[in-house]
Nanobody
Framework: QVQLVESGGGLVQAGGSLRLSCAASGRTFSSYDMAWFRQAPGKEREFVAQSWRGGGTPYYTDSVKGRFTISRDNAKNTVYLQMNSLKPEDTAIYYC?????????????WGQGTQVTVSS
């Protein structure tokens, strides 16, 4: 099992940037697919970006392509989400999620979330 702790959220003006971090416990971080999701008020949680455990091209939802970048540092057991050119519609609670090697589909491990608020 892995425990996830997000940080880096906050209040930023439209057009600004934030970098979210997600620190994972355990010694097998490199064997997990890692992803970011978000949930805006009154909306369902949605996928944002994914980093594959074996490397390869990250995957993004269309609305953040070209603005957000997911990256990971396996030596630090941390995954990041660099968010640039933020828009008010990016306002949400952002969650980090992990999926272990051998699993497909849903992500079983989640952090507690970090609030991102973008003012217009």
């Amino acid at each position: 099992q892995v425990q996830l702790v997000e940080s880096g959220g906050g209040l930023v003006q439209a057009g600004g940037s934030l970098r979210l971090s997600c620190a994972a416990s355990g010694r097998t971080f490199s064997s997990y697919d890692m992803a970011w999701f978000r949930q805006a008020p009154g909306k369902e949680r949605e996928f944002v970006a994914q980093s594959w455990r074996g490397g390869g091209t990250p995957y993004y939802t269309d609305s953040v392509k070209g603005r957000f970048t997911i990256s990971r540092d396996n030596a630090k057991n941390t995954v990041y989400l660099q968010m640039n050119s933020l828009k008010p519609e990016d306002t949400a609670i952002y969650y980090c999620a992990a999926r272990p090697q051998g699993s497909t589909g849903t992500f079983p491990y989640w952090g507690q979330g970090t609030q991102v608020t973008v003012s217009s």
